[in-house]
C-alpha cells in the first residue's frame, strides 16, 4: 500500500474504502471484505449511521486494531456533546480513532472543531480533519485553530480540482482526502478519450485511471461500494503509473465544475438535523 505523510509525521493509506450512503449490514460486509483484500482505510461518520457496522466489520477482519487506519466524522448535533468523542469510539468498539473530522461548517462549528483538539491531545484522534470546510469557512478556522489539522475531506475529480483550496493546504501541509472522486457516476467524465486512451495503454478502466490520477495528485481516494468485484477493482491501481505528460493532460480537463451545491439553508438544517444512531 502507498501512503501519504501527514503534517504530523503520521502516515495514511491513499486508497481506502468509503461507506456514505450503505446500510449497516451493506458496510459491515464491505469494509470486512475490503480489509481481507489489502485496503487498511476504512471511513464512516456519525451521519452515516454505520458506526457499529463498520466496527463490526473490522473486528470481523481478523486484522490488528493498529493496522486499519479509522476515519469518521462528528456531526454538527455533536459539536457542543462532551460526551461526543467518547460515543463515537463506543460506537465503533476502539479505543482512538486515525483519524476525526467536523464535518460540516454547520452550528457551532468552532466548539465541534475544540473536540478535536482535545480528542488529539488526549490521545483519543491520532489525526484531526476539516469536512466541506472551503472558501470564508478554512479562511475563519485557520485564524482560530491552536492544531492545524491534518485533512480537509472535500468534493475532488478532474473537472474540479480544488486549485484555489491547495494554496491554502499547501501552505500548511494539510492533505487533501477526495469525495465524489468519479464525478458522481458522471459519463461525461469517465467517458473522456484521455482516460479512455489510458486505460487502454495501462490495461486498466477509465475509472481506475481517475483514481490514479488521484493517488499521484496526493489526494487520499474513498470510493464507496456494496460490490465486492468493484471495491477489489478501485484497489487495483497502485501497479502502474502516469507520466508527467499525461498528468498534465488530464490537467487541461479541469473546469473548476464542482456536482455539490450546498446552501445555507442545508447549514441551518444540518445544524438541527440528529442521527438516528444504530443501536447495540
Known sequence: MEMVELNNNMECPVIGIGTFMLSP???????????????????????????????????????????????????????????AVAETLGRLGVDYVDLL?????????????????????????????????EGKYIQELETKWEIA??????????????????????????????????????KSLIHEPVFTELGKKYGKTAAQVILRWHTQMGFVVIPGSKNVDHIKENLDILDFELTDAEMAEIAGLDKNVRYYHRTDEQLVQFAGWRPDFEKN
Open 25 to 83: 449490514a451493506e458496510a459491515e460486509n464491505s469494509v470486512r471484505e475490503a480489509l481481507k483484500m489489502g485496503y487498511s482505510l476504512v471511513d464512516t461518520a456519525n451521519a452515516y449511521v454505520n458506526e457499529r457496522a463498520c466496527g463490526r466489520g473490522i473486528k470481523d477482519s481478523g486484522l490488528k486494531r493498529e493496522d486499519v487506519f479509522i476515519s469518521t466524522k462528528l456531526w454538527p448535533s455533536e459539536y457542543e456533546n462532551a460526551n
Open 149 to 186: 489539522p491534518q485533512f480537509i475531506q472535500v468534493e475532488a475529480h478532474p473537472y474540479f480540482t480544488q486549485q484555489e483550496l491547495r494554496k491554502t493546504l499547501d501552505q500548511y501541509g494539510i492533505k487533501l482526502m477526495a469525495w465524489y472522486p468519479l464525478g458522481h457516476g458522471d
Open 101 to 133: 473530522y467536523i464535518h460540516q461548517p454547520a452550528g457551532n462549528w468552532l466548539a465541534g472543531y475544540r473536540q478535536l483538539e482535545k480528542a488529539y491531545k488526549d490521545g483519543k484522534a491520532r489525526s484531526i480533519g476539516i469536512s466541506n470546510f
